[in-house]
C-alpha cells in the first residue's frame, strides 16, 4: 500500500495580482481512482492541473504528487506525472517517431525505435509513424500527444479535456486505455465539459466553482442527468 497518495491538494489558492482564481482547495485521488474536475469556465480547472504539474506556483497552501511538493521537488513530480493538455502541442513539421524522439531526449526517456514503435502502436498511429505531423486530424494529433505520456509511463495523469476532438473509435480506445491505467493502480484527475462520455472513466465528481470545491462526490449510478442537476446546483450556489 502507498505510504502517500497520488495526488493531495490541501487549502490551495492561487491568485494572479488581486484576481483569485484558486481559493482555498482541498482534493485528494487514490491508486486506481479517476476523478472529473468539472465547472464553468475560469473556475480554476486548468489552473488546478498546471499546479499539479509544476507549470504555476500555488500562492499559498500545498499540492503533492506521490509525496513530493510541486513547487519545492518539482523535478521529482515530474517523473511521475504524465500531462495531456488541452492543445495537442506537436511539431507539425515532424514526423510522429521525430517528435516522441525529440520529447524522449529532453525528458530523459528510452528512445530506441522499439521504444517509440511501442508507445505509438499503442496509440494506434504506428501505421503513420514516418508522415508529417502536418497531414493528421486534431484526434489524431491528441493521440500522438497521449504517445508521449505512454512512453514515460507515468504513476499520476493529468488530464485537459482528454476527449476533445477525438472521434467515437478513438474516444473508446482512450477509455479503454485510461481503464487499464487505473487497474494498474494508477490516479488520474481530469477535466471536462461532457457529462456523458467525459465521465465514463470517472469515480467521482468534484465540481469548481468560482474558485472553490462545491462539491466533491462519487459517481457511482448516477446518470448524466443526475449529474447534470448537480452541476447546475453547485454552480449556482458557488456564485
Known amino acids: 500500500m502507498a505510504l502517500h497518495p497520488p495526488i493531495r491538494v490541501i487549502g490551495l489558492r492561487k491568485a494572479f495580482g488581486a484576481h483569485v482564481v484558486l481559493d482555498d482547495v482541498s482534493l485528494e485521488v487514490r491508486p486506481g481512482e479517476a476523478v472529473a474536475l468539472v465547472g464553468p469556465n475560469g473556475a480554476g480547472k486548468t489552473t488546478l492541473l498546471r499546479i499539479l504539474a509544476t507549470l504555476l506556483r500555488p500562492s499559498r497552501g500545498m499540492a503533492r504528487v506521490a509525496g513530493y511538493d510541486c513547487a519545492r521537488e518539482a523535478e521529482r513530480v515530474r517523473a511521475h506525472v504524465g500531462l495531456l493538455a488541452h492543445g495537442a502541442w506537436v511539431y507539425e513539421d515532424l514526423t510522429p517517431v521525430e517528435n516522441l524522439r525529440f520529447w524522449a531526449t529532453l525528458g530523459g526517456l528510452p528512445h530506441g525505435r522499439d521504444a517509440l514503435s511501442g508507445a505509438l502502436a499503442a496509440v494506434e498511429l504506428d501505421r503513420v509513424a514516418d508522415e508529417r505531423v502536418r497531414t493528421f486530424s486534431l484526434g489524431m494529433k491528441r493521440r500522438l500527444a497521449l504517445a508521449r505520456v505512454v512512453l514515460a509511463r507515468p504513476s499520476v495523469l493529468l488530464l485537459d479535456e482528454p476527449h476533445a476532438g477525438l472521434d467515437q473509435r478513438a474516444g473508446k480506445w482512450l477509455d479503454a486505455h485510461l481503464g487499464g491505467f487505473k487497474a494498474a493502480g494508477g490516479a488520474i ?27 466533491d462526490a462519487p459517481l457511482g449510478g448516477l446518470t448524466p442527468d443526475d449529474v447534470r442537476r448537480l452541476y447546475e446546483a453547485s454552480v449556482e450556489d458557488g456564485v
Open 189 to 215: 484527475l481530469m477535466t471536462t465539459h461532457s457529462f456523458g462520455r467525459g465521465l465514463g472513466v470517472a469515480d467521482r465528481i468534484a465540481i469548481l466553482a468560482a474558485g472553490r470545491l462545491a462539491l
